[in-house]
C-alpha cells in the first residue's frame, strides 16, 4: 500500500526546500548556475527538455529524483511494460507501448502473446491504407476514395487529429476530416461539401456504445443510404473498436472492422488503428515512422537513470511547480501553427488521466494533483491571453514547444516565430520589476519548459506523444492515482440518458434538472 505523499521523507524535504527556494527570484537562481543553459537540458534522437528557466537548482532535482525514487516510479514502470493490470479499477494492463514495440518476443496478456494481435492489426490496417491511397478500393459507384470522415471523439478523435494536423507536409492520400460532437453542424459542415461517392467512413469507437458517436454514424449512414442505396455501406464504412457485434449491427462486415483492445486506452490509442485516418492521410510509411519515434522514448522512458530521463524530468518538474509550488494552471504553447491541436490533445491526456482526487487504494489524496491545462499555438496566444499568464493573479506553468527545422523554408518568418517564444518565456521567467508604474510590473518568477524538435516530422511528433503519456504516467504514480480510468465522465452520461429518456425524476435534485430541461426544451419551441 502506497502511504501518503505527504508523510514521505522526501515530501517534507522538498517542503523545507521550497520555503528556501520561494525566497529567491528565478533570474537570480538562474545567474548563479551559468552554464544551466546548457546542463539543465535533456537530448535524445533530436528532441530537446530545456528546464533551466525552472527555479530549480541541481539540490531541487536531487530531492524530486529522491521523491521519484521513494514512490516507486521504476517498480511501477517495469509494471507496465510487462502488462501487469495496473489499471486496477478495471481490472486491465495498460499495453499502448505494445502498439509501437519493437520486439517480436511474446508479451504475455493471460496466456495470451498480444503481439500476435498487434501484428496482424497492422497488417490489415497496412492492407486498407493502401488500397485506400492507389484507388483500389472504390465506392459503390466506382470512383475511388478523396475523403475520408473520422467519426469519433475524445481519444478516438483528438490523436488522430492531432497527427494528421501536425504531419499535413506529408499527406498526400485522401482529404481527412473530423466529426466529433454532437452538434449537428460538425458532421453536415462536411457532408455539405462531400460527394457521397468519393467518400468513406470511418467509426472509431472503443466501446462502440458513444452516444455522440453512435448518432453522427447512424445520420452518416443514413445520408449514404439516400444518395447511394442500403448496399454502399459495406463500400463506405470502416469502424475500428472492441465491440465487434455492435459493428456488425451496425453494416460493417468483418472485413472493413478493425480492433481495439481493452488494454489501451482511449487517449492512449492514436498509435492502434485509432491512427486510421492519419495513416490514410500521410501513408503507412510515415505512419511507421511516428510509430518508431515513440518506441525510442519508451525505450529511453524504460532504461534512462532517473536523472536523465526526460519523461521522469517532465513530471517530477510539474510535481515541483505545482503540487510543491502552488502552480494550478498549465500553459502549453506550441510555437507551431501544425501543432495547434496539441493543446487539446494533452487537455484529455493530462486531466482526464490525473484529473482526479481518489488514490489507488480507495482513499483520497493529500496534495493537489493535475492542474488546469490549455494552450493555444503562439504567437495567437501572445494577443489573447499572455496578458493573464504574465499579469494575472494564479500561478501559472507553461510548456513551450518549439521546432528548430522550418518546414516552410521562410527564415524571416521562423527568426520571429522563434525569438517571440523565447521572449515570452524570459518575461514569465524574469519579469520587469524596476518600473515606479504598478501596472507595468510583472512579477516574473513563472517558470517553463523549452520542449525544442529538430523537425515536426513522423519521428520527432512520436517522441513527443510519447513523452507527455509518460509524463502523465509518472505523475499519478507520485500522487498515487489510476491515471487510466475515467469514472469522471459517466454521471453526466447517465443524466443525459435520463433526461432523453424521460423517465420519472425519484428525486429532488433529479426532479429539478428534468424542470430545468424542459423548461429549456420549451424555448427550443420558440
Ligand atoms: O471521455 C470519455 C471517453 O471514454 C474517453 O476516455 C474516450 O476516448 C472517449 O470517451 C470515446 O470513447 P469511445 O472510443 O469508446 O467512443
Keep these: ?30 545567474l548563479v548556475e551559468p552554464d544551466r543553459l546548457k546542463s539543465f537540458e535533456l537530448s535524445l534522437d533530436g528532441l530537446r527538455l530545456n528546464y533551466a528557466l525552472n527555479a530549480v537548482t541541481a539540490e531541487t532535482i ?61 497488417q490489415k490496417m497496412a492492407r486498407h491504407v493502401t488500397a485506400i ?11 475511388p476514395i478523396r475523403h475520408i470522415v473520422n467519426i469519433g471523439i475524445g481519444g478516438s478523435d483528438l490523436g488522430p487529429r492531432l497527427v494528421t494536423m501536425a504531419l499535413q507536409s506529408y499527406a498526400s492520400g485522401p482529404q481527412a476530416h473530423f466529426v466529433a460532437n454532437v452538434d449537428a453542424a460538425d458532421l453536415f459542415s462536411k457532408l455539405k461539401i462531400l460527394d457521397p461517392a468519393e467518400t468513406l467512413f470511418l467509426v472509431v469507437s472503443k466501446t462502440f456504445t458513444t452516444q455522440e458517436t453512435l448518432l453522427n454514424a447512424r445520420t452518416a449512414r443514413q445520408w449514404l443510404v439516400e444518395h447511394l442505396g442500403e448496399q454502399a455501406v459495406g463500400k463506405h464504412f470502416l469502424a475500428v473498436s472492441t465491440n465487434y457485434e455492435a459493428m456488425k449491427a451496425f453494416g460493417i462486415d468483418a472485413e472493413n472492422a478493425l480492433p481495439m483492445w481493452d488494454w489501451v486506452g ?4 492514436l498509435w492502434s488503428a485509432v491512427g486510421l485516418s492519419a495513416a490514410i492521410a500521410v501513408g503507412m510509411d510515415h505512419f511507421q515512422q511516428l510509430l518508431s519515434g515513440a518506441a525510442a522514448m519508451d525505450e529511453h522512458f524504460r532504461s534512462a537513470p532517473l536523472e536523465q530521463n526526460m519523461p521522469v524530468m517532465l513530471a517530477m518538474l510539474g510535481v515541483w511547480n505545482g503540487t510543491v509550488m502552488g502552480a494550478r494552471v498549465q500553459a502549453v504553447l506550441p510555437y507551431n501553427e501544425r501543432l495547434r491541436d496539441l493543446p487539446r490533445y494533452l487537455q484529455q491526456l493530462e486531466m482526464e488521466s490525473n484529473g482526479k482526487t481518489a488514490t489507488r487504494g480507495g482513499g483520497e489524496v493529500d496534495c493537489v494533483t493535475a492542474p488546469v491545462l490549455f494552450g493555444e499555438p503562439g504567437t495567437i496566444g501572445q494577443h489573447s491571453f499572455h496578458q493573464w499568464l504574465h499579469q494575472g493573479s494564479d500561478a501559472i506553468m507553461a510548456d513551450f514547444i518549439g521546432v528548430a527545422q522550418d518546414a516552410d523554408h521562410q527564415p524571416e518568418h521562423h527568426r520571429v516565430l522563434l525569438a517571440n517564444m523565447v521572449a515570452q518565456a524570459g518575461a514569465l521567467a524574469f519579469g520587469q520589476t524596476q518600473t515606479t508604474a504598478r501596472h507595468e510590473l510583472y512579477p516574473g518568477n513563472r517558470p517553463s519548459n523549452l520542449i525544442i524538435l529538430d523537425r515536426l516530422d513522423p519521428f520527432h511528433l512520436g517522441l513527443l506523444l510519447a513523452l ?47 424542470n430545468l430541461y424542459n423548461q429549456i426544451a420549451v424555448y427550443c419551441k420558440t
Design 62 to 122: 536531487a530531492l524530486l529524483m529522491k521523491l521519484a525514487r521513494e514512490r516507486d516510479v521504476e517498480s511501477w514502470r517495469e509494471r507496465m511494460f510487462k502488462g501487469e493490470k495496473i489499471n486496477e479499477t478495471e481490472n486491465r494492463a495498460v499495453l499502448h507501448v505494445a502498439l509501437r514495440r519493437k520486439e517480436t518476443t511474446p508479451l504475455l496478456l493471460d496466456g495470451h502473446d498480444v503481439m500476435q494481435d498487434v501484428k496482424a492489426m497492422r
Design 1 to 30: 500500500m502506497t502511504p501518503p505523499l505527504t508523510q514521505s521523507s522526501s515530501w517534507r524535504n522538498l517542503l523545507q526546500h521550497r520555503d528556501v527556494m520561494r525566497r529567491k527570484r528565478l533570474l537570480d537562481i538562474a
Design 266 to 269: 482511449g487517449r492512449f490509442s
Design 468 to 514: 507527455f503519456e509518460h509524463k502523465v504516467f509518472v505523475q499519478s504514480v507520485i500522487w498515487n492515482i489510476n491515471a487510466f480510468d475515467q469514472p469522471g465522465v459517466e454521471l453526466g452520461k447517465r443524466l443525459a440518458t435520463k433526461l432523453l429518456s424521460g423517465e420519472n425524476p425519484v428525486d429532488p435534485a433529479w426532479n429539478l434538472l428534468m
Design 133 to 143: 491511397r492507389n484507388g483500389q478500393w472504390t465506392g459503390a459507384t466506382g470512383k
